[in-house]
């Protein structure tokens, strides 16, 4: 439903059966009983409302990851939408004793509205769960879907689009024999937070589903296409490449990155995302032979097939007035770090039984910093292990990577960053428009749910 100034949206989660292996039926947690979820659009400065309501047996709550919204709307992780049935238990009557402390289950209705201005780029933004504490199980149950924002800076670039735009959802998932998704502890009757510590470095899947099937291939015209790809696994990264690369190399084209459109293309032979990150890049399939597939393959980690996905390329001739300007894509506004007006640092570090930000562990109400808005801010990330650092809010720009240039997956406006063993990132931030309370985490979400989380209260 739309008004002249808003666009309305109304997504229920519920569970629902997806055929993703053969022979069997895989119970899913999904937005509309799909995973992925519905894809909502957006423009550009037009409120965007979504109604969601809660028809699975636990609380959840949904967070917008790259909107800039306000606190209310920003998916707090105690912000519960009750389950159906409003008590703690609902249909599954399962153990819900955990979550008694979170609030009282008589105030909280198994809805809530959602309200975004939308005064941010053109991007690829996604939504998904962000219960306290059980964030991890929750989205590997399938509780993501995409939210594209779009403007006309972008709409005027003559970007591929229509049939030739596709958002990828990338999302690693281990199956039980019967079909269904294995996760440590999956029964809601055994969910505590912090039982997941036999995966202390996040859970893993063996296959890569690619916006929910395995191994999809997609037919393809020669022709350029827009590929949106996000990595939603839990804690698996990934270094993406087609093979063949096709004759002369730089076969991914990116244009833009977490936040939006870059200020020009760059070609890359392999892209590299942690959980949470989105490349946007330009794939030209008239670069291969007619009739030929290429395929999108995962060089990073083991345990899994290197296949992600196949193109089969049609051998007719086609027309294609897309384009990507060689030069200039986007204004970019670059901010100084030399106009910080602070700088903070936090440590991500594993404690005894949780992980932690500088030595803390994750309590609601209790604010790590208090950015002034309108300030330029440079926060510095230290870590011993590989953690991919996520803001809430408002994005940032990678100023350096262990005290040097950043590396080449950085560019843009970014909202989460591959902080890796033993390095230092620094960003360059600048909170805008919303007081409040908004979070810092790690988006390895078994991380998350172990408690690597702070709030900062921006003022
Ligand atoms: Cu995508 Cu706070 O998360
Ligand atoms: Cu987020
Ligand atoms: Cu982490």
Redesign the pocket.
Known sequence: RTDGTTDYYEITARPGLARIVPGHDTEVWGYQALFPGPTIESRSGRRTVVTHRNELPHPTVVHLHGGHTPHDSDGYPMDLIAPLGGGSGGPGGSGMAGMAGMGSAANVKPERVYDYPMNQRAATLWYHDHTMGFTGPQVYRGLAGFHLVRDDEEASLGLPQGARELPLMLADRAFAADGSFAYPALDPSEMKPGVTTPYMNGVLGDVILVNGAPWPFAPVDRARYRLRILNASNARRYRLELDPQPPGGGGLLQIGSDGGLLARPVAHDGIELAPAERFDVVVDFSRYPAGSSVRLVNRLGSGSTAEVMRFDIGSAQVSDDSRVPGGTLAEVEKLDPAKAVATRTFV?NKSKEN?TINGEEYRPGHSLASPKLGQIEVWRFVTD?H??VHLHLDPFQVISRNAADPGEYDAGWKDTVDVLPAQGVEVAVRFSDYAGRFLLH?H?LE?EDMA?MAEFTTQ
Request: glycine share 0%; proline share 11%.
């Open positions: 991500f992980w292990f953690h991919p790690c390895n991380h690597m």
